[in-house]
């Protein structure tokens, strides 16, 4: 199928109620504007270079979000060019995005990212230390948090995701009760979206299932 069926088969799977992010790593431009003329309100991206050479010539309107591990050295570029920032890991990386958005007059829309599994070679702050980054977030003039993201591990059976999956529901379940705005739950990429939603993830960031496997 097409990049267009793929992307129109699975925004059918998903409802209305979940955000589809299309994934575009490693896909062009031409590739990109198929996906988002066939429907796709949100785009995905990993790196910061990537992005800004493909946003110079995309020509849609489309929600950007930044989805990859983010360094302080490119947090000034990383908020002219995203929307939304799903890969906030640390007050040191929060601070250096307050400072750059205050900078350029804006209130940036982040996510945390949780590192639930306690993945070594992963992004994201532990469990015992979310309350802090919370506080210090909650703290921050120009940032405005939004929800959680995690990366699950690539299990070889995927099922063993779902726990997962579960626990960081409850935790978002949690959170939410007493925070206003505080609305999205990203966690679920190709291999693994069916069963993020199945535990009450209501954003997806999905790439080969709609693009095919990455160009390198």
């Not at 070679?121 to 919370?134: A, F, H, N, R």
């Not at 591990?153 to 949690?174: G, H, I, T, W």
């Not at 999205?184 to 291999?191: A, C, E, K, P, Q």
């Not at 069963?195 to 390198?216: D, S």
């Amino acid at each position: 199928m097409s990049v267009a069926e793929n992307f129109r088969s699975i925004r059918r799977e998903l409802g209305g109620a979940i955000k589809l992010v299309a994934v575009t790593k490693n896909h062009g431009v031409e590739t990109m504007r198929e996906a988002i003329d066939a429907g796709a309100t949100d785009i995905g991206e990993n790196r910061i270079q990537e992005a800004a050479e493909k946003f110079k010539t995309l020509d849609r309107a489309v929600i950007r979000h930044l989805i990859g591990h983010l360094q302080t050295n490119k947090v000034k570029q990383a908020v002219k060019l995203f929307d939304l920032i799903q890969s906030v890991d640390s007050e040191h990386l929060a601070a250096a995005l307050d400072k750059a958005a205050a900078a350029s007059g804006k209130v940036q829309e982040i996510l945390i990212q949780v590192n639930l599994a306690r993945e070594v070679q992963k992004s994201g702050v532990l469990l015992e230390d979310l309350d802090g980054l919370i506080k210090f977030v909650d703290a921050a003039e120009n940032l405005r948090l939004r929800g959680l993201m995690m990366i699950a591990p690539n299990f070889a059976e995927v099922e063993e995701c779902r726990p997962l999956f579960r626990q960081m529901r409850k935790l978002f379940d949690e959170l939410k009760i007493s925070r206003e705005g505080f609305d999205y739950l990203s966690m679920g990429m190709t291999h693994d979206y069916k069963i993020a939603v199945e535990e009450g993830a209501n954003v997806v960031r999905v790439g080969t299932a709609i693009f095919g496997e990455r160009l390198y």
